[in-house]
Antibody, heavy 122, light 107 residues
Framework: QVQLVQSGGEVKKPGASVKVSCEASGFTLTNYYLHWVRQAPGQGLEWMGVIDPTAGTTTYTQKFQARGAMTRDTSTSTVYFQLSSLRSEDTAVYFC???????????????WGQGTMVTVSS | DIQMTQSPSSLSASVGDRVTISCRASQSISTYLNWYQQKPGRAPKLLIYAASSVQSGVPSRFSGSGSGTDFTLIIRNLQPEDFASYYCQQSYNTPLTFGGGTKVEIK
């Protein structure tokens, strides 16, 4: 079955870090770019960045350039997103999503993980 | 960054209605425009890519049009399962950006 399965919800204190995983199954991870998108409660979608699982290269939106880190483990078909120095505004559902084709992002994201709720609270 | 502006932010409609949602880009993005549907507690679902191409498995009542800066998503013969939020996304360049969303509610 073609799917992306994410790790479970997390509760973190301000200043801590969180690492969310996204495991691909039913397809070859290295054939597609993987993106990360988040959604704060009751808000819209926010793109955070993308990783090329083959080369390991990443592109982040400026907002996450300093605090975000995307990595991959091709042996387990898993990509990771780590966000450090967490603050309350980072409370959101974090999604991984697969690019529809090998262009990387030109035609959107056709497969999404189920989402991981990250709550930042003291 | 390219700003994406959707309108309206919400609308009320009845089953069987024709619904139109607009999306405007702050600069020309050719046809690098995608539409997603999202239901509460669920991940978004790709409906339309490249402005007018319908994703496999998506009902034919969904259609998209536009190029440059102005785009439209049309839902014909609105069905009960179509009540959801809809987002446009530009994929012309990074950072990829989404519109603010349109919530389609039952009248």
């Amino acid at each position: 079955q073609v799917q992306l399965v994410q790790s479970g919800g997390e509760v973190k204190k301000p200043g801590a870090s969180v690492k969310v995983s996204c495991e691909a199954s039913g397809f070859t991870l290295t054939n597609y770019y993987l993106h990360w998108v988040r959604q704060a409660p009751g808000q819209g979608l926010e793109w955070m960045g993308v990783i090329d699982p083959t080369a390991g290269t990443t592109t982040y939106t400026q907002k996450f350039q300093a605090r975000g880190a995307m990595t991959r483990d091709t042996s387990t078909s898993t990509v990771y997103f780590q966000l450090s120095s967490l603050r309350s505004e980072d409370t959101a559902v974090y999604f991984c999503a697969r690019a529809t084709d090998t262009s990387g992002w030109a035609v959107g994201f056709d497969l999404w993980g189920q989402g991981t709720m990250v709550t930042v609270s003291s | 960054d390219i700003q994406m502006t959707q309108s309206p932010s919400s609308l009320s409609a009845s089953v069987g209605d024709r619904v139109t949602i607009s999306c405007r880009a702050s600069q020309s993005i050719s046809t690098y425009l995608n539409w997603y549907q999202q239901k509460p507690g669920r991940a978004p679902k790709l409906l339309i890519y490249a402005a007018s191409s319908v994703q496999s498995g998506v009902p034919s009542r969904f259609s998209g049009s536009g190029s440059g800066t102005d785009f439209t998503l049309i839902i014909r013969n609105l069905q009960p399962e179509d009540f959801a939020s809809y987002y446009c996304q530009q994929s012309y360049n990074t950072p990829l950006t989404f519109g603010g969303g349109t919530k389609v509610e039952i009248k």
